[in-house]
């Protein structure tokens, strides 16, 4: 049964976690749909991750940051368009950290009511190493989505209609 309530929407903030992947780009549209038909503002995360060392001799760390930063601005730069596009405000914001620890943090800080996340990051190596981002969301507590590139897409209107938020 669909119940509205006049005073409060579903979801009034939502954050999407980025890093340029192609299930992180499934994510982002997921999350500009869902702020559209919510009428929910989009924070939009890109973290550099810092737990990654790198061979001094071969690269300096702090290139590889501003890389990332670059690639960070590039994403969110993205997100943001399509948000517009959509009528959806957006806020984009890039932090240093580990992926999971610093998107909690943010969503715990900005209130955020969904946390929107691709189910595969860039670096199926990494993840191994690491840890799933993912994984140590859907873990915390938080409300998560967690989106995969192939996944269809049903619109809100089709949503409303099978009984779907």
Avoid: Q
């Avoid at 992926?99 to 969904?114: F, K, M, R, V």
């Amino acid at each position: 049964m669909w119940v509205e309530h006049e005073d409060e929407t579903m979801y009034d903030r939502i954050l999407v976690g980025i890093d340029g992947s192609e299930d992180a780009h499934a994510a982002a549209e997921h999350a500009v749909d869902l702020a559209a038909t919510y009428g929910a503002t989009l924070h939009c995360l890109y973290v550099v991750e810092t737990r990654t060392a790198y061979d001094n001799a071969i690269v300096e760390p702090e290139t590889v940051r501003e890389n990332l930063r670059r690639e960070g601005r590039e994403a969110l730069a993205r997100v943001e368009a399509a948000a517009e596009t959509a009528g959806v405000d957006s806020i984009a914001s890039i932090e240093e950290g580990v992926p999971a620890e610093a998107i909690a943090e943010y969503a715990d800080d900005h209130g955020i009511d969904l946390v929107v996340v691709g189910a595969r990051g860039k670096s199926a190596f990494k993840t191994i190493l690491l840890g799933s981002t993912t994984e140590a969301l859907v873990g915390s507590g938080l409300p998560v989505l967690v989106v995969s590139e192939g996944d269809p897409r049903p619109s809100a209107n089709e949503s409303r209609e099978s009984g779907g938020p």
